[in-house]
């Protein structure tokens, strides 16, 4: 097959794959919808084949500078660690992983800072893809939970950990005190996630909204929190002593947008592995990691990272944070 012949294979995909992205919309339904979507993404094993072990995005620096994509991906671990305060904690700490995925920051945090981890998805198929990559000696169990209805008791676990869990949440007041209610007094809850621009009080203008629109649509979210919203909404539990602690990692995680349609590039074995169909599923993530990379630059999007520490005894709760600083058609 000549160069000529390869380039219209590859132009033809490309064209088929946005024609599929535009008339498949992946919008949240239910948590149902989720569980299917991360369901089909592990069974058919494209995602973990191109974003490897960590579905979540990578840690560049700061400044960011260039890195392996998949490297990037374990240093957001240890970064995240770093950044919660969480390296000098005892062994047998333990730790719940909401949103865990496959498991692969589980495996870190249980093989390298001795945690005693569980991890819960909504997917089933998640789970027993965690359970495979997971050798019996690592301290790491996974089940299938819902995260706006977790399944323990109060004050279960001593850390609290989530990556990129939130957009998924229907109800992030809901998510928040969930998250708390089941961390120990005195316990530490990690929480990194995609955020929008808090629009309380720069409101999305007439590009943004349409964008905002696809970056929901496309991948089951019912609406992203803003940074300053999400952080209310913890305090507003009664359940926070002193303030939650923010930060804004969007630069250094930015290069992952287009570090991830990159790996389509360089690991061309991904073509004949997954067949012309794997393929055009491939390609239609394009336009919205396009839109994400367009998102996260401009400050449409950023990036968020919380602290917070559980109070020891409940204090009154706050008014709760409504959808006002949340997206919304």
Request: hydrophobic share 45%; charged share 20%.
């Amino acid at each position: 097959m000549t160069l000529l012949n390869i380039f219209g294979v590859l132009l033809a995909l490309l064209g088929v794959g946005t024609v599929v992205y535009l008339l498949t919309p992946r919008r949240y339904e239910s948590s149902h919808s989720v569980a299917n979507s991360y369901d089909q993404w592990t069974e058919d094993g494209i995602l973990e084949f191109y974003w490897g072990e960590h579905i979540h995005l990578g840690h560049y620096g700061a400044p960011p500078r260039r890195k392996d994509f998949l490297t990037a991906k374990a240093d957001f671990v240890h970064e995240m660690v770093r950044w919660g305060g969480l390296a000098c904690l005892p062994v047998g700490t333990t730790l719940l992983d909401v949103g865990c995925g496959i498991g692969g920051s589980s495996r870190i945090l249980a093989q390298t800072y001795n945690f005693a981890v569980t991890g819960v998805t909504i997917s089933p198929n998640q789970v027993h893809r965690a359970q495979q990559l997971t050798p019996p000696e690592v301290s790491a169990r996974f089940q299938v939970d819902d995260a706006m209805a977790l399944s323990f008791p109060d004050a279960s676990f001593d850390v609290v950990w989530s990556v990129e869990a939130g957009p998924h949440m229907p109800d992030k007041a809901v998510f928040a005190r969930e998250l708390l209610r089941v961390l120990k007094p005195g316990g530490i809850l990690v929480v990194a996630d995609w955020n929008q621009r808090d629009d309380r009080k720069i409101p999305l203008n007439a590009w943004e909204k349409p964008v905002m629109r696809q970056l929901l649509d496309q991948w089951s979210h019912p609406a992203f929190a803003s940074i300053e919203g999400f952080a209310e909404q913890l305090e507003a539990t009664g359940l926070v002593a002193g303030q939650v602690v923010t930060a804004d990692w969007s630069k250094e995680t930015l290069p992952s947008w287009l570090d991830s349609i990159w790996q389509g590039v360089i690991r061309p074995q991904g073509m004949v592995r997954f067949g012309p169909a794997g393929i055009v599923k491939s390609v239609r993530e394009v336009p919205t990691l396009l839109l994400m990379r367009l998102a996260f630059g401009t400050g449409l999007c950023r990036f968020g990272m919380f602290r917070a520490v559980r109070a020891s005894s409940p204090a009154p709760p706050q008014a709760m944070v409504t959808t006002s600083d949340r997206y919304t058609s």
